[in-house]
């Protein structure tokens, strides 16, 4: 056997039993999370949310019918199953968008590999800065919140569908991929509005500059844009669902900082460390930026839910709960999976490149992913051992 496909073999058995792993553990710990009443053991907003669905009948997110149409039928034991579906199929959809990304140079396997990564990896923590290796940190892997879970898959494959179809516009865009796209991109609204808030706006930047580029005909690009229609008419709904006397809120402020800064006194520290390796890759490669549509599209949309996360905040009850936190906290995974792809392409590329300089950077970046790899595997392996997601401390 060749050393070539000893290595895909082995790619493909590491890919297969960290896949069942990471599987069995997500139904492990979602069960786990079922149980909880009180107290910081398997803490999580999961029985919160199915006890706003089965109780109160409150139905604001798909997440809600699920868990309403699975406690009707008696079956609502199988949730953590179903849950720890979703967590998978975010590594799937993630691994697919590696390979988008990549231009296909990144093998099945190893984008699953990868994906497992990107999924797992945390925040660089460091003690003192913030309340905990979650609260006051900024984070895309999120186990404890139901609709996140739902939103995240289903964000994925929504950015996935659009990335492909804003390749060629003229080409790809026909009235069955059109009706695709829309159901896909409603699904992910109703799961949960923060991806629409932080992903659409950067979604129109790029349909503004195809229509000033001429990329596609302007009829081809306004029938596009009025994709967004059905996702809109969900969020008016979902907001007249939350936003009422019984729901613990009446609406939205503007208050710079306030939410962001509830579980941090170093704000800037914080937002640097939690996202430490893209922003490494994204200053090595500022310059090119505009001719790289991945890499810009997902700063945008990092950017856009960052000031979202930092400027509004819900009044009332909930007003220190930080809900505008998930957009942002959704759009880490993507500035990780472009700077990973190009960090693999810097890599690569390495013993052509003269610069000692630029070897210590890549060097040092290398580094600052490991430890965000550390991170987040000690957060999971603990959280599967029963410590609390907000991890005080």
Not at 21 to 34: E, G, N, S, T, V
Not at 244 to 258: C, F, H, L, Q, T
Not at 368 to 386: E, P
């Amino acid at each position: 056997m060749s050393d070539k496909k000893k290595t895909s073999v082995a790619l493909n058995i590491a890919a297969l039993v960290l896949t069942a792993l990471y599987f069995a553990l997500c139904i492990f710990l979602y069960y786990k999370f079922m149980g909880w009443t009180e107290g910081a053991v398997y803490e999580s907003d999961l029985p919160a949310h199915i006890s706003l669905a089965v109780d109160d009948g409150l139905i604001y997110s798909l997440i809600s019918i699920i868990i309403i149409g699975l406690s009707k039928s008696g079956t609502l034991i199988v949730l953590p199953v179903l849950l720890a579906m979703f967590a998978l199929l975010s590594v799937f959809f993630t691994a697919e968008l590696l390979i988008e990304v990549s231009d296909k140079k990144i093998s099945s396997n190893a984008a699953i590999l990868l994906a497992l990564l990107l999924n797992i990896v945390m925040p660089c923590y460091i003690k003192g800065l913030s309340d905990g290796r979650y609260m006051g940190m900024h984070a895309s892997s999120i186990w404890h919140n139901s609709t996140y879970l739902m939103m995240k898959w289903l964000g994925l494959w929504t950015i996935l569908i659009y990335l492909r179809l804003e390749k060629n516009i003229s080409k790809k865009l026909t009235l069955e991929s059109y009706t695709f796209f829309v159901i896909i991109l409603t699904l992910t609204t109703a799961a949960k509005p923060n991806f629409f808030l932080a992903v659409t706006p950067a979604m129109f930047v790029f349909l503004i500059a195809d229509l000033i580029q001429k990329k596609a005909p302007a009829k081809k690009l306004f029938f596009l844009a009025s994709s967004i229609i059905p996702s809109i008419a969900v969020m008016l709904y979902q907001n007249k669902a939350l936003f009422n006397a019984g729901a613990g809120g009446n609406g939205i402020e503007i208050v710079p900082g306030r939410a962001m800064s509830a579980h941090t006194g170093y704000l800037i520290p914080v937002s640097i460390l939690s996202i430490a390796f893209p922003l490494m890759i994204l200053l090595l490669h500022i310059k090119e930026i505009f001719k790289n549509r991945y890499m810009l599209f997902a700063w945008l949309c990092a950017g856009c839910g960052y000031m979202q996360y930092f400027l509004f905040s819900e009044k009332g009850s909930r007003n220190m709960d930080a809900n505008f936190s998930w957009g942002y906290a959704f759009t880490i995974i993507l500035i990780f999976g472009i700077s990973l792809v190009t960090w693999i392409n810097d890599i690569r590329n390495i013993k052509e490149d003269k610069s000692v300089i630029k070897k210590a950077y890549l060097g040092a970046s290398t580094l600052v992913l490991g430890y965000h790899a550390y991170c987040g595997v000690l957060f999971f392996i603990r959280l599967c051992m029963g410590v609390s997601y907000m991890m005080w401390g």
